[in-house]
Every structure is written in C-alpha cells, then in structure tokens.
C-alpha cells in the first residue's frame, strides 16, 4: 500500500463548481498534513497546512480525520487559475521530510 | 518571503556526462535540504537529505555514488548526477529549512534534466 494515496483524476468541472480531493495516508505516526498544488513544469507550491480541527482559507477547506487517516480538500466557486495538480502531502514530524502523493489533475473549464 | 534557487533550470547533455544542480537559499540560512526527483505524471519522491557539514542521508534505492550531494554552507547544496544516463532524466527539485525552525519548507523551481 502506498504511503499517501489520491484520487488518480484527472478531474475536468466549469467555472463556479465545487470540486473535493480525498486522500488516505498509510503511517499513522504521520504528524503533518499540507496541500500543495503543483503547475506543469513547476515546483510545487504550499496551498494549506491541514489541522485537526479543519481549517478554511477562502474558497479553501481543509479537513483531517485522523482515526480514519483521511484528508480532504474542498474547492469553492473554482476559478480557471485553480487549473492545477493537487499533491497531499504528509510529514512524520518536525525533520520536515515530506512525503508526497501522487497528485490529482483539476483542468477548470470556462 | 524566503526563496530558494536553483540552477540551472533545465540542462541536456551526452549519456556519461556528469551534471551537477545547485540550490541556494538566498535570504535564509538552510541547515537541512532535501533533494527531490519527480519523473512525468509521478509523485516526488525523496532522493536524500542534506545536512551542512556532514553526509548527506540516502533514501532505500538511491545510490550515494550516482547521486553525491555537498551542503558546504548554510546557503548552498549541490546535486551532482554523475556518469548520468537516459533513465536519470528527470525533474529534479531541492527544497530547503530555516535554520530557525519556522516550520515551512520552502522548494526550488527545480530543474529539468534530460539525458541524450
């Protein structure tokens, strides 16, 4: 079973939809838990920290079940610009060595 | 914000040549790197750890003698592939800590590397 695991995608939704992305990770001694996103060709780039209580940062929301080692991100009213892969990401603890998902593809449609 | 360098952003060269990448924190000091490899609709995956000063640490499967790293100064790692082939064509990219713990990991633009 792989470590962090993503809905393989790609996903393909019109402007103004609601798109979420699952995600299960395999160590339970995983403490930290990111979103990335990643354009083609680029490094990838820090969307959200996930927290156990869940956290929102505008169209974003984060949530984190860890009795059933889930993450999810949510994806509000989505724009052409959050055309991207999405990487879960989690890390055993604070030597920030990170361990990524394979990525889901979101291609917003106008 | 902090950023992290690299270089060069994509290079190509003859089978059995050696290639070297750097990474560069530029307004931080970075006690650890991370260098990672990411080859076309697959995940990153976690070459090796570079600490100033010392070895750098190798993940299962990655040879040390293929990949060697240097992290001389607090702002600089360096990823030298050597005697490189076809197959280490790859995407690879360096990420990089603060020395002062802020908790983020910041990532190089990454460099692209294709082996004729």
């Known amino acids: 079973r792989k470590e962090v695991e993503q809905d393989p995608g790609p996903f393909n939704v019109p402007e103004g939809a609601t798109v979420a992305f699952n995600c299960t990770y395999s160590?339970?001694?995983?403490?930290?838990f990111f979103w990335y996103r990643q354009d083609c060709r680029k490094e990838p780039k820090l969307l959200m920290s996930v927290y156990s209580s869940g956290n929102e940062d505008g169209r974003f929301t984060a949530q984190l079940n860890r009795a059933s080692q889930y993450i999810s991100l949510l994806i509000r009213d989505s724009k052409l610009s959050d055309s991207a892969t999405y990487l879960c990401?989690?890390?055993?603890?604070?030597?920030?060595?990170?361990?990524f998902g394979k990525g889901t593809l979101l291609t917003v449609n106008p | 914000g902090a950023v992290v360098s690299q270089h060069p952003s994509w290079v190509i060269c003859k089978s059995g040549t050696s290639v070297k990448i750097e990474c560069r924190s530029l307004d931080f000091q970075a006690t650890t790197m991370f260098w990672y490899r990411q080859f076309p609709k697959q995940s990153l995956m976690l070459m090796a750890t570079?600490?100033?000063?010392?070895?750098?640490?190798?993940e299962q499967g990655v040879e040390k003698d293929k990949f060697l790293i240097n992290h001389a100064s607090l702002t600089l790692s360096t990823l030298t592939v050597t005697s490189a082939h076809p197959e280490d064509s790859s995407f690879y990219i360096c990420?990089?800590?603060?020395?002062?713990?802020?908790?983020?990991?910041?990532f190089g633009e990454g460099s692209r590397l294709t082996v004729l």
């Open positions: 160590n339970s001694a995983s403490q930290s």
């Open positions: 570079s600490n100033e000063g010392s070895k750098a640490t190798y």
């Open positions: 990401v989690v890390s055993r603890g604070s030597n920030y060595k990170l361990t």
């Open positions: 990420s990089a800590s603060s020395s002062r713990g802020s908790g983020e990991l910041f």
